[in-house]
């Protein structure tokens, strides 16, 4: 297909700004927008959720709100299947709704069209209730990115379950904390995977992490060839060929749970956080259409983030599919076979929005830059970055080198818990600026507060918080712990009454009213994206048993962003790099290669405060070479000289 190369950007004023030819083409191009849905964002969100969304029967009540909790469209009732598929069938039964690249370079991609899609969900979902799934029930997901994956989620929907995902990479007991804490019967999975040319298993992991669970079925996907034994195990195919087509939705409330993600907090578990159904579908379906400008007759979305993740489920599945468009997702590593792989795909596949992270980004400039062909990216018309922020030179090289100067990059903050992208430039509205994410989502606000909640001048550095009428993707608490849930998010409401929601990231606003986001502000990190923290690790490393106890701060890392670093106090004896290579084999299997430590370091003692905290920050300036503030506070003094007797030179790589 012969595609048509156009500039959607130009230079004014030293900023990056739509051009004509973008504003013609983009949903929404008058600035006025922000004010206008501001002035009653419950009215705004109202109306997006009339004219995107298809009702079984209509709420009685925009917006209700007893903080902490808050709920959207009260009395309105949906299902989200029905919203991504069956509504789509009559116009667009034949429109591709997923292509699947699979890794190996023999197969070829699967396309799946609307009506297929929706046979298959359909299928599934008669598959779910035959094992006694209801609506309410929770069914795991431990699936690379496969079709399958999209199939289970929607299957799930279909009949009102909540599914719970679980990163392919994550390992046994990761998987085993996350079917138990949602005492999920039904456990979905695959016998592996591709990665980089290798076959990976996963039902190894898949097995240990269900036994002695709740879980009664679990159903294989069999992508390697293998086969299941035992009673408790089906395949996939087999069940689905058998079942029957005709599935009736179960009509859901607005505020029934579609899903729950799992995710790192302060503290060492992770917390289901909760995803309702008609807020989460109302800003999934917008914030795709208008952030990524995405228009159902031509773009193919490809959003590189794994289902594992809620990027993967907000923009690589439900934001495409409630638009009624394309998306598109690989199921393998990006240089394989070599780093020239991605951009083959976009060529071949004609995508014109694509959405990865800081961390690819980095590792193309670093190592691929020399597969990248400008010829190969001319369908491209809008590029987003998400996950961490996005440094100077990584977000000129994206516009550059990927965008070939034309395409407007899309910096879009938001979190697992916010169900949908909440800060952003819009394609057609602008400006585009390196480091800076931008405005609200129209009818969202946030604003920069100190820690007693008092709102920061423009410039100041702060805590971003968001305003009441929260957005209504936003979590709906945290699975069976509500104590969590107010601990974490509400801080402002509850020590200062102020209706806040805390995102535990630091921000500012710039001259011109824009956002920029500084980081996290509590003890989660970014690893090439993924967010984790420091204390799930310390966990981890610490039922290790020659461990007495560790603390664990991240360095900045030039590809990941940034990496864990592990101080380790043994319970006796010295440390080895045999013992090193222990521990780090120890992390992966307790929680995933994601999560090992880049470095290692034995040490006699952890510096401490008198009430026994361990001090990470004066481990982190030490790590950075900087002189440790408050040594005060410290009941060992002497640590802090041990330590920097250990520390070599880290360069994060
Ligand atoms: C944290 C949330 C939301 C999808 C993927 C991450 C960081 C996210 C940006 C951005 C700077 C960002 C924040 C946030 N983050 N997007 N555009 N610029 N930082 O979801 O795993 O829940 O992580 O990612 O620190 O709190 P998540």
Same mark, same amino acid.
């Given at each position: 297909?012969?595609?048509?190369?156009?500039?959607?950007?130009?230079?004014?004023?030293?900023?990056?700004?739509?051009?004509?030819?973008?504003?013609?083409?983009?949903?929404?191009?008058?600035?006025?927008?922000?004010?206008?849905?501001?002035?009653?964002?419950?009215?705004?969100?109202?109306?997006?959720?009339?004219?995107?969304?298809?009702?079984?029967?209509?709420?009685?009540?925009?917006?209700?709100?007893?903080?902490?909790?808050?709920?959207?469209?009260?009395?309105?009732?949906?299902?989200?299947?029905?919203?991504?598929?069956?509504?789509?069938?009559?116009?667009?039964?034949?429109?591709?709704?997923?292509?699947?690249?699979?890794?190996?370079?023999?197969?070829?991609?699967?396309?799946?069209?609307?009506?297929?899609?929706?046979?298959?969900?359909?299928?599934?979902?008669?598959?779910?209730?035959?094992?006694?799934?209801?609506?309410?029930?929770?069914?795991?997901?431990?699936?690379?990115?496969?079709?399958?994956?999209?199939?289970?989620?929607?299957?799930?929907?279909?009949?009102?379950?909540?599914?719970?995902?679980?990163?392919?990479?994550?390992?046994?007991?990761?998987?085993?904390?996350?079917?138990?804490?949602?005492?999920?019967?039904?456990?979905?999975?695959?016998?592996? &995977?591709?990665?980089?040319?290798?076959?990976?298993?996963?039902?190894?992991?898949?097995?240990?992490?269900?036994?002695?669970?709740?879980?009664?079925?679990?159903?294989?996907?069999?992508?390697?060839?293998?086969?299941?034994?035992?009673?408790?195990?089906?395949?996939?195919?087999?069940?689905?060929?058998?079942?029957?087509?005709?599935?009736?939705?179960?009509?859901?409330?607005?505020?029934?749970?579609?899903?729950?993600?799992?995710?790192?907090?302060?503290?060492?578990?992770?917390?289901?956080?909760?995803?309702?159904?008609?807020?989460?579908?109302?800003?999934?379906?917008?914030?795709?259409?208008?952030?990524?400008?995405?228009?159902?007759?031509?773009?193919?979305?490809?959003?590189?983030?794994?289902?594992?993740?809620?990027?993967?489920?907000? &923009?690589?599945?439900?934001?495409?599919?409630?638009?009624?468009?394309?998306?598109?997702?690989?199921?393998?590593?990006?240089?394989?076979?070599?780093?020239?792989?991605?951009?083959?795909?976009?060529?071949?596949?004609?995508?014109?929005?694509?959405?990865?992270?800081?961390?690819?980004?980095?590792?193309?400039?670093?190592?691929?830059?020399?597969?990248?062909?400008?010829?190969?990216?001319?369908?491209?018309?809008?590029?987003?970055?998400?996950?961490?922020?996005?440094?100077?030179?990584?977000?000129?090289?994206?516009?550059?080198?990927?965008?070939?100067?034309?395409?407007?990059?899309?910096?879009?903050?938001?979190?697992?818990?916010?169900?949908?992208?909440?800060?952003?430039?819009?394609?057609?509205?602008?400006?585009?600026?390196?480091?800076?994410?931008?405005?609200?989502?129209?009818?969202?606000?946030?604003?920069?507060?100190?820690?007693?909640?008092?709102?920061?001048?423009?410039?100041?550095?702060?805590?971003?918080?968001?305003?009441?009428?929260?957005?209504?993707?936003?979590?709906?608490?945290?699975?069976?712990?509500?104590?969590?849930?107010?601990?974490?998010?509400?801080?402002?409401?509850?020590?200062?009454?102020?209706?806040?929601?805390?995102?535990?990231?630091?921000?500012?606003?710039?001259?011109?009213?824009?956002?920029?986001?500084?980081?996290?502000?509590?003890?989660?990190?970014?690893?090439?994206?993924?967010?984790?923290?420091?204390?799930?690790?310390?966990?981890?490393?610490?039922?290790?048993?020659?461990?007495?106890?560790?603390?664990?701060?991240?360095?900045?890392?030039?590809?990941?962003?940034?990496?864990?670093?592990?101080?380790?106090?043994?319970?006796?004896?010295?440390?080895?790099?045999?013992?090193?290579?222990?521990?780090?084999?120890?992390?992966?299997?307790?929680?995933?290669?994601?999560?090992?430590?880049?470095?290692? &370091?034995?040490?006699?003692?952890?510096?401490?405060?008198?009430?026994?905290?361990?001090?990470?920050?004066?481990?982190?300036?030490?790590?950075?070479?900087?002189?440790?503030?408050?040594?005060?506070?410290?009941?060992?003094?002497?640590?802090?000289?041990?330590?920097?007797?250990?520390?070599?030179?880290?360069?994060?790589?």
């Amino acid at each position: 297909m012969l595609v048509k190369i156009v500039k959607y950007i130009t230079k004014k004023g030293g900023k990056y700004w739509p051009s004509a030819e973008m504003k013609k083409i983009a949903w929404v191009s008058d600035n006025k927008i922000y004010a206008k849905a501001l002035k009653n964002p419950v009215k705004f969100w109202e109306g997006l959720a009339k004219e995107g969304i298809s009702w079984e029967s209509k709420w009685k009540k925009g917006y209700e709100e007893k903080l902490p909790y808050f709920k959207w469209f009260v009395g309105g009732k949906l299902n989200f299947s029905v919203n991504c598929l069956d509504r789509h069938l009559e116009k667009k039964g034949d429109k591709i709704a997923l292509t699947w690249i699979p890794e190996p370079l023999e197969e070829k991609s699967v396309k799946l069209t609307y009506r297929s899609l929706h046979s298959k969900v359909c299928k599934f979902a008669n598959v779910l209730r035959g094992f006694g799934v209801k609506k309410g029930d929770v069914v795991a997901v431990y699936l690379p990115m496969i079709p399958e994956a999209l199939i289970t989620m929607l299957a799930c929907a279909r009949i009102g379950a909540i599914h719970s995902v679980v990163f392919s990479a994550f390992a046994a007991d990761a998987l085993k904390a996350r079917i138990e804490d949602g005492s999920a019967k039904v456990l979905v999975t695959a016998d592996g &995977y591709y990665r980089r040319g290798k076959k990976v298993s996963l039902i190894e992991k898949a097995k240990k992490g269900s036994k002695g669970t709740s879980v009664e079925k679990v159903v294989v996907v069999n992508r390697l060839g293998g086969s299941v034994k035992g009673s408790k195990f089906v395949d996939f195919n087999s069940v689905l060929e058998s079942a029957d087509e005709e599935c009736k939705p179960e009509i859901m409330k607005s505020e029934d749970t579609l899903f729950i993600l799992y995710t790192s907090g302060t503290t060492g578990k992770p917390k289901g956080v909760i995803h309702d159904t008609g807020g989460y579908a109302v800003q999934a379906y917008w914030t795709t259409k208008w952030d990524f400008n995405l228009h159902d007759d031509d773009d193919v979305m490809w959003c590189t983030a794994d289902v594992g993740w809620v990027t993967g489920h907000t &923009y690589a599945f439900y934001g495409p599919l409630l638009n009624g468009g394309t998306s598109l997702i690989y199921e393998g590593s990006p240089d394989f076979p070599d780093f020239s792989r991605w951009w083959k795909i976009i060529k071949e596949n004609n995508v014109s929005v694509f959405y990865t992270a800081p961390t690819a980004i980095r590792m193309f400039m670093k190592s691929g830059e020399k597969f990248i062909k400008s010829k190969d990216l001319e369908s491209l018309r809008v590029l987003g970055t998400v996950g961490e922020p996005i440094d100077n030179d990584a977000w000129n090289w994206y516009l550059e080198k990927i965008g070939g100067g034309r395409c407007p990059i899309i910096d879009t903050w938001w979190q697992t818990e916010t169900g949908g992208t909440l800060i952003t430039a819009l394609p057609g509205i602008g400006p585009f600026v390196p480091t800076v994410a931008g405005m609200s989502f129209p009818g969202v606000q946030h604003i920069i507060v100190d820690d007693k909640g008092v709102e920061k001048k423009k410039g100041e550095l702060g805590f971003l918080v968001q305003k009441s009428p929260f957005a209504p993707g936003m979590l709906h608490g945290v699975y069976k712990n509500h104590k969590k849930y107010v601990e974490t998010y509400w801080r402002f409401w509850k020590k200062f009454k102020k209706p806040y929601y805390d995102s535990s990231d630091g921000a500012f606003v710039n001259r011109d009213g824009l956002i920029r986001i500084t980081g996290r502000t509590d003890d989660v990190m970014k690893v090439a994206g993924h967010r984790m923290s420091t204390a799930e690790l310390e966990d981890a490393i610490n039922v290790h048993k020659k461990v007495n106890e560790c603390a664990v701060v991240p360095i900045p890392h030039k590809i990941k962003g940034e990496v864990p670093v592990a101080f380790v106090v043994l319970k006796s004896g010295e440390g080895s790099e045999e013992l090193i290579a222990g521990l780090k084999k120890h992390v992966d299997n307790k929680l995933g290669p994601t999560a090992r430590p880049a470095v290692v &370091y034995f040490v006699k003692d952890l510096p401490k405060t008198r009430s026994g905290k361990i001090m990470r920050r004066i481990l982190k300036s030490l790590l950075a070479k900087e002189e440790p503030k408050g040594l005060m506070t410290l009941v060992n003094p002497d640590s802090v000289e041990a330590v920097k007797g250990v520390i070599g030179d880290v360069k994060g790589e």
